[in-house]
């Protein structure tokens, strides 16, 4: 019988395949449209703003397509709503394998808390950040798939314009804030993005400094997150390898865990105290 890691392995190649199959189902609808509505991909292209070659990558299943592209290309070919309903299964494609449930969820939440580790918090980072960490992962990652997880982080981000506005609040390790990813100039621009996020009235976010002698996240990051229909969720990740945990006894021991993290941690004003003068010492 094959082991655990070899089933892992299995398992998220079927997954990859699956979204592959997405991808390619759906180019193959929007190049029936596209004709259907005797356009070129040039054409196409040039109304929606994109390059032929991008409606083509498209098309061929090979680059994922945002958005705001499949609400544009619905109207423009009078797809009648065709492409648009495929537009979620499409953007979980987007996602690595391991995160596609905790990114589903995350659309949901109306609670999401952080205890980020290892590099920022991927709902805080800058694009060049965000770009950096993906260029740095291992196995190396294809151009293009770097840019799509860009590109998926990045979607993210929509949480902090979303209405009702959701509770966030982020537990980052200092060690984080002294480890220039990207290099100087990027590190400088995770940092501000980080006061900038922290200025948002439904946003709290703390440093947990390196000098504390009681810690209680020594088992590593996670996130805490309610939906909109009461359910309590944790997600952790390690090594790629990550878990959802909806049982009541797993959430609750990381609730625990993260009131004692935001306790321990600096205040959210002292941690904007200690970010600011990371910036002005360098």
């Known amino acids: 019988m094959p082991g655990v890691e070899e089933q892992r392995q299995q398992v998220d190649g079927q997954e990859q395949e699956a979204s592959a199959g997405i991808l390619h189902v759906f180019g193959r609808q929007l190049k029936l449209c596209r ?3 005797g356009l070129d991909r040039a054409e196409l292209g040039s109304r929606a703003g994109y390059s032929a070659s991008t409606i083509a990558s498209f098309e061929q299943g090979r680059r994922i397509p945002p958005p705001k592209f499949i609400d544009r290309a619905d109207e423009l070919l009078d797809a009648g709503g065709l492409l648009k309903a495929g537009k979620e299964e499409v953007a979980r494609a987007q996602y690595p394998a391991f995160f596609r449930d905790a990114a589903r969820l995350e659309t949901q939440a109306v609670e999401l808390h952080v205890y980020a580790t290892q590099a920022a918090p991927g709902l805080l980072q800058t694009e060049e950040y965000a770009r950096a960490v993906c260029a740095m992962w291992r196995p190396l990652l294809d151009e293009e798939v770097i840019e799509q997880r860009v590109a998926a982080r990045l979607a993210r981000q929509d ?64 996130t805490l997150m309610e939906t909109r229909d009461g359910r309590r969720i944790a997600y952790t990740e390690v090594q790629g390898d990550s878990h ?36 002005g010492e360098r």
Do not use: C
């Not at 400088?188 to 200025?199: N, P, T």
């Open 35 to 37: 004709e259907r509505a």
């Open 159 to 222: 949480i902090f314009a979303r209405r009702p506005a959701p509770d966030l609040s982020f537990v980052i390790e200092e060690a984080v804030l002294h480890r220039p990813l990207g290099g100087e100039s990027v590190w400088r621009g995770q940092l501000e993005q980080i006061l900038l996020a922290g200025d948002k009235r439904n946003v709290d976010i703390q440093v947990m400094p390196l000098a504390r002698v009681q810690h209680a996240g020594l088992a590593g990051p996670f």
């Open 244 to 279: 959802v945990h909806t049982e009541r006894g797993k959430v609750r021991e990381l609730e625990v865990a993260y009131g004692a993290l935001r306790a321990q941690a600096f205040t959210p004003e002292e941690s904007r105290a200690l970010i600011e003068k990371l910036l």
